[in-house]
């Protein structure tokens, strides 16, 4: 395992989507112009490099295209010898990406929560799914790398399948199959949750289905935020819990220091520990799978979490080692940029 060497930057809260899902859905900020200015951005990209990170990604709190500095943060980027993506919903028009681009953006990683009027209903944009496709086709025809991730909720989770095959037909370099998780303004609202979340012992059909294709396909995809005990053990390599999320080449690290690896896998262990049921730690798959979000579990009175007894036949060689099964996925080994 490797330190991941993304740095996140929060650069709006402008947005021209809804999700049901968002992290932010009821913040006070949401949808209002509020910028991150751009020398608080240089001052963290200063910190970010000098502290062993390689690569800026723009996360939000909004969309990232909306942002007023989104050519001139790429430019500076490049400038320090960073490379650069963002995270978007794939609905700017096509000049805007192509100046990212064209400045040196190294890749996107486009929001596909969902195909056709499923994915209007999640995000309240109806005409978001043909935005998207219009985003995609010309990446395919410019040749340019992006990523996509799905947030699984209720109104997708079923269509999971469908959604991974209409990404990889559009070209995807990698899918991140990505649990629902309540941060912040979801708080402990078990109401408010279970409006959302599915007990994961219903996506459980519908997510393997989709991993399977993905596997059959050859493709790269990783599953972010869901129990070992409720998916086929031949997947778990491919599954990245709280506790692995700073040595993800595709995640974000805040802590702006990726020098010391053993310091970055300890902080990793303590978000993982702070984030899981405290029932998980006695399952003997705890050191891969690092224990589930114990908010989500709350809300569905255990979500049905049980204990693993003993390592499967299959992965005994590397069951007694951290990040045994995590340097199993292919995609945990890369460097995180496509260009």
Known sequence: ????????????????WRCTHCFYRWGADLHKHVDTPLDECYAKLTRAKAGGMNHAVMVGFGEPTLYPQAAALVKMCRTMGLACSMITNGTAFLDKYAELFALGLDHV?????ATGETLDAI????????KQCVLKAWLGREKLPYRSNV????????????????????GAWQQVLLGFLPHYEWGTDRDRLREI??????????????AFLLLEAGRRFSI??????????????YVTNARYVFMDPFEWNYTLDARDAGAVWKASVACGEAAACPSCKGCAAYRHCGGWNRT??????????????KA?????????QDGGLFDLNPTNAHSGTLR
């Open 151 to 170: 947030t699984i909720q209720r109104l997708n989770y079923a269509k999971l399948p469908e959604i991974v095959a209409a990404d990889m037909e559009q």
């Open 109 to 113: 990683h486009v929001s596909s929560h």
């Open 296 to 309: 989500y579990a709350a809300a569905f009175d255990g979500a049905g979490l049980h204990h693993i007894k």
């Open 197 to 210: 979340a599915v007990h994961p012992g219903l996506i459980r059909p519908y997510l393997e289905e989709a």
């Open 312 to 320: 499967p036949a299959m992965w005994e060689n590397v069951w007694e």
């Open 123 to 130: 995000t309240g944009d109806y005409g978001a799914w043909a």
């Open 224 to 237: 972010r935020y869901h129990p070992f005990c409720h998916i086929d053990e031949s997947l778990w390599p």
């Open 1 to 16: 395992m490797n330190p991941c060497r993304k740095v996140g930057l929060d650069v709006t809260w402008r947005c021209n």
